[in-house]
């Protein structure tokens, strides 16, 4: 099932989507859609409302190094846990939002993820299998990095934590396989990272129970799970676009900042 987050001409909501290209619709959710899916018989043609960033996380917890690719073309070690940071909520966006480039850093860069959604009740000092349950769905991100800033801070919260800096969408999907799903990303047509779900470190499932051994992650929480190798620079004029195998394509255009 898709879940998407939509703006209408009423207002916004959540919805199911259905259907695929020409002719789908957005059927809008009574409430949220963690609990049992009510929907209020309102739908919409896709083409006629706008999506949004499918969540609004309270958090978004981001994991490092999680292939050892990547973190290999940055002349990092595969850490023996996971590398875990945060990006403030204030940094998500959605489909076909911009990135704004801050004027304080010269080097901003890409990197293609899929994004985990918590679930009812949230996640707090979970197990691996009881994690999988928490897991309510899965989206893909971009967690947008300003490369020099993060090595002349060392920590990571400022060249991660800008505003727009964690575009998510198209929209979450309940029913993904990513045991193997393909990660993409190409920024004007151009393939820049190309990887696979199989070679992370650790696994979604193992992620969530790490996490939530450390913060408590609450329903709608988001967990970034790592970026295969090949990330690059962005610059103003360029759309940005990554897709998960099994998800959908999220794509934000690049501009400089106001």
């Known amino acids: 099932m898709r879940i998407a987050r939509i703006a209408h001409q009423t207002g916004m909501s959540f919805a199911v989507l259905e259907g695929q290209g020409p002719g789908a619709t957005a059927a809008e959710i009574d ?6 899916i009510k929907l209020t018989g309102q739908r919409w043609a896709l083409e006629d409302v706008r999506l949004l960033a499918p969540i609004l996380p309270s958090k978004v917890v981001c994991v490092g190094r999680n292939y050892a690719d990547h973190a290999a ?3 990092n070690e595969v ?3 996971p590398l875990i940071f945060l990006k403030p909520s204030t940094s998500v966006i959605g489909p076909s939002e911009l990135i704004r480039l801050p004027a304080v850093s010269d080097q901003v860069e890409h ?4 994004a985990v959604v918590i679930g009812l009740p949230g996640a707090r000092g979970l197990d691996r299998e009881s994690a999988k349950g928490s897991i309510f769905g899965y989206t893909c ?3 947008v ?3 020099d800033l993060q090595k002349q801070d060392v920590q990571f919260t400022r060249a991660k934590g800008f505003d727009s800096f964690c575009p998510l969408g198209p929209w ?3 029913d993904a396989e990513v045991a193997d799903a393909e990660v993409r990303c190409e920024v004007n047509g151009e393939v820049r990272q190309l990887g696979s779900t199989k070679d992370m470190v650790f696994d979604p499932a193992t992620l969530v129970a790490y996490v939530s051994q450390v913060m408590t992650l609450l ?3 988001v967990v970034l799970t790592g970026t295969p190798a090949g990330v690059g620079p962005l610059q103003a004029g360029e759309t940005v676009s990554v897709s998960v195998a099994g998800i959908g394509t999220l794509s934000n255009k690049v501009v400089p900042s106001e």
């Open 145 to 147: 990095t300003a490369r």
């Open 111 to 114: 990197e293609a993820e899929l």
């Open 31 to 36: 409430g949220h859609p963690f609990a049992q």
């Open 141 to 143: 991100a971009n967690d």
């Open 79 to 81: 850490p023996k846990e």
């Open 219 to 221: 329903p709608g929480d």
């Open 172 to 174: 979450i999907e309940t």
């Open 73 to 75: 073309e940055l002349g």
